[in-house]
């Protein structure tokens, strides 16, 4: 898809932000099959939210964020930060000081159009820029699993019905260098 742009965000996304997350971890929910889990759902939106907050306000913040956008609107988000409890707690420990790459939402009516791809692209070219070697990255729903299998290989660990009966969840560990498809031109 052509026409939007990947940037570091600024203080005057944060509003576009904040409706993302609103719209796409609900959707996220739903597609799950999951919609009914009102305090869950609200839960994900404040910390995705409060994540993006804190990266901006912190002039060297634990969490990088990339935005995908049209004009002034905030159409996608991918971050890298520190490892989170899940993957410590599915990895025992063995990743802990690996950064994860998450908070990968693109509004529903742009899902499909390679946005996402580009996000994860840009973040990798930026782990590659600051001589970052290795990440892992998670995911419990199932929908987005057969794509992250698709694009990242064979996973690190699947923890078998993490989240209950049938709901694994899946860790990979991925090196940066083998995932750079294009040389590093900087981010605006």
Known sequence: MDGFSIVKPTNKDLESGYDLFQRTVRDAFEQEGLGDLEAEIAAEIECKQTLLRCALENPEPDVHFLVAKIDD?????????PCGKDIRRCTK?????????????????????GVGSALIEAMIRYLHELGIEYFCLDSGYKHAQGKWLRKFGAPFIVAKDYWGQGGDHIVWLCKVAEYIKTPAPGLS
Do not use: A, D, F, M
Request: aromatic share 10%; hydrophobic share 30%.
């Open 93 to 113: 420990n063995q990743l802990k000081e690996i950064g994860e790459l998450g908070s990968l939402y693109v509004l529903p009516e742009y899902q499909g159009r």
């Open 73 to 81: 609107t905030v159409i996608g988000t991918v971050s890298y930060g």
